[in-house]
């Protein structure tokens, strides 16, 4: 049956409509996975940041350990950096390994477009 609200206008199938539907799916799913991976840039460069920050509170707490006198507090500093690098390049590492998988994904989902949509962009 032939699909039109104003019933002017060209009419659509229902096959159409179905069609449309699963375009518009595909659409919202490949833009999700660019969002995610606009985030994932964002988290990037937030723990790059960090983690030059935490580098150079490391590199301090080294040196402050390494002083003639250093007390107890200065090697907790020392563990309290170690371990913050630590964990900022685990989730570097996280973000990356998910960057990745974006990557791919997206590479798949554009590799392999619908029947339909093989046909209109003139691919067998």
Same mark, same amino acid.
């Given at each position: %049956?032939?699909?039109?609200?104003?019933?002017?206008?060209?009419?659509?199938?229902?096959?159409?409509?179905?069609?449309?539907? +699963?375009? @518009?799916? +595909? %659409?919202?799913?490949?833009?999700?996975?660019?969002?995610? %991976?606009? #985030? !994932?840039?964002?988290?990037?460069?937030? !723990?790059? &940041?960090? #983690?030059?920050?935490?580098?150079?509170? $490391?590199?301090?707490? @080294? +040196?402050?350990?390494?002083?003639?006198?250093?007390?107890?507090?200065?090697?907790?500093?020392?563990?309290?950096?170690?371990? @913050?690098?630590?964990? $900022?390049?685990?989730?570097?590492? #996280?973000?990356? &390994?998910?960057?990745?998988?974006? !990557?791919?994904? $997206? $590479?798949?989902?554009?590799?392999?477009? &619908?029947? !339909?949509?093989?046909?209109?962009?003139?691919?067998?």
């Amino acid at each position: %049956m032939p699909v039109n609200a104003s019933k002017h206008g060209p009419q659509i199938t229902d096959e159409e409509a179905a069609e449309l539907g +699963r375009a @518009r799916e +595909r %659409m919202l799913a490949r833009h999700k996975l660019i969002e995610g %991976m606009i #985030r !994932n840039n964002e988290m990037q460069l937030k !723990n790059e &940041s960090a #983690r030059g920050g935490a580098e150079i509170e $490391l590199e301090c707490a @080294r +040196r402050d350990v390494a002083q003639t006198g250093a007390g107890a507090a200065a090697q907790a500093e020392l563990e309290r950096a170690t371990a @913050r690098l630590q964990a $900022l390049q685990e989730d570097h590492q #996280r973000l990356v &390994s998910e960057r990745e998988w974006l !990557n791919a994904a $997206l $590479l798949e989902f554009e590799s392999g477009p &619908s029947a !339909n949509e093989h046909q209109r962009s003139g691919h067998a």
